[in-house]
């Protein structure tokens, strides 16, 4: 039976350090994260997801975003190398983690770098953003690895936010949802829904027409409910401080065997 297993990373005493790109720096409350990550975690359990943690890289402190370390591919664990040189020894638990699972794991390797928050898969289409974390050579690395295993593997450009899923992510159907003013080239993508909010683009699939949204977006909500899709929220405020989404605060296994 497919797996419902998701990676978290409990944040690090030193979030408020965290990176900042495309946004001013606000003052992070570490307290409120910890609390808000909890919520985040106990909405995935309670949507059927097995929540494994990933040890704690207490001196990294964008550690809590742990998709950037780590791109799944059927069973295939791609261990990133991430564009920001501060966030490259979350790797490492990372790493341990997913063999203890019994992934089969691959590494991007210098001069490559990747963020998993630039990996969009959609069915077997597998987009990558090619923006200020992930280089060409990062690309053509994650192309090697999962071509082989059946990925069509679709390159866009991104420039006006962090990685590829701060402007896009698809829908259980695989329509790709994205707020207009933040998505280079929205004709790249053969189904795409504009939603009014920037956080209304991320939308994490919790199964069925179940979504995991940002309570920062609720015009969007109310737009993809009317759709048919129930969406639970989640208040991630203070990860949005730090370029944060829903997205990148946990990693999801769906396609290991017991
Ligand atoms: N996949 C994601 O959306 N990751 C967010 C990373 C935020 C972190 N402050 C960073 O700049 O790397």
Redesign the pocket.
Known sequence: MPSKKALVRRPSPRLAE????HIEREKVDVDRAVEQWEAYVEALRTHGWETIEVEPADDC??SV?V??TVVMYRNVALITR???ES?REETAGVEEAVARLGCSVNWIWEPGTL????VLKVGETVYVGRGG?TNAAGVQQLRAAFEPLGARVVAVPVSKV??L??AVTALPDGTVVGHIPKVDRPSLFPGFLSVPEESGA?VVLLGAHKLLMAASAPQTAELLTDLGHEVVTVDIGE?EK????V??LSVRLRELYA
């Open positions: 965290g990176l900042v790109t402190p964008d975003f998709e950037d991430p564009g920001a966030r963020d998993g928050g630039d974390r962090l990685h899923k701060s991320h990860f730090l370029e944060g989404c997205t990148c």
